[in-house]
Structures are given as structure tokens and as C-alpha cells.
């Protein structure tokens, strides 16, 4: 059984920061890549940020500049710093896993983050 915890996620004021943390347990082994996702209602969710098992990493443009991820694949723990926030990135923020040498996709429960005008 594989389980992901997300923490960090709350309210904020345009241009202050978060800090969300994941750690995943359960059979994730192998080559993988860990990263957040986000969604808002009515929306698909989106890729946010992604680290591989190598340390390479992806971004949303839209948070280029703003957010970091970061982390240590090898001990399934991620993190997202998310600095100059804005209202859009209010969402539902998902930590993710997928393995990339076996089928196995994971999903967090999600995590609110709200920044007001």
C-alpha cells in the first residue's frame, strides 16, 4: 500500500510564501519522479513543479521565477517553496509519484492553499 502526506498548505496574502512538504510511503522504489500538481474546480489538474530520481526538474510556466521544488527522491520526500504568491495560484495543491519502470501512479489527498488580493 503506498501512501502519500502532504502538509503545509493554508491561507496567505498576495506575495507572501508557503512551504508544502510530501512524503510518500509504501512501495515507490525504483526509478520514479515526484511532484505537485493543482487543480481548481471546474479545472483539470495542472503540473505545478516535478523532481526525477536524477535531481532534473520541470515547471509550470506560470510559477517559473516563484516556486522551488525540491527534495529527496531516494527517500520520497518533496517539497514545494512557493514565494510571490498570487491569487491565481489558489487551488488544491496534489503531491504526486509516478514510477517509471512500472505501472504505479499516487495521489496525496490534496492540500488548500488560498491567497487573497
Known amino acids: 500500500q503506498v501512501e502519500l502526506v502532504e502538509s503545509g498548505g493554508g491561507l496567505v496574502k498576495a506575495g507572501g510564501s508557503l512551504r508544502l512538504s510530501c512524503v510518500a510511503s509504501?512501495?515507490?522504489?525504483?526509478?520514479?519522479?515526484m511532484g505537485w500538481f493543482r487543480q481548481v474546480p471546474g479545472a483539470e489538474r495542472e503540473l505545478v513543479a516535478r523532481?526525477?530520481?536524477?535531481?532534473?526538474?520541470n515547471y509550470a510556466d506560470s510559477v517559473k521565477g516563484r516556486f522551488t521544488i525540491s527534495g529527496d527522491v531516494a527517500k520520497n520526500t518533496v517539497f514545494l517553496q512557493m514565494n510571490n504568491l498570487e491569487p491565481a495560484d489558489t487551488a488544491v495543491y496534489y503531491c504526486?509519484?509516478?514510477?517509471?519502470?512500472?505501472?504505479?501512479?499516487?495521489w496525496g489527498q490534496g492540500t488548500q492553499v488560498t491567497v487573497s488580493s
Open positions: 504526486n509519484v509516478l514510477l517509471l519502470q512500472r505501472p504505479g501512479d499516487y
Open positions: 509504501g512501495d515507490v522504489f525504483g526509478h520514479r519522479v
Open positions: 523532481i526525477f530520481s536524477g535531481g532534473d526538474t
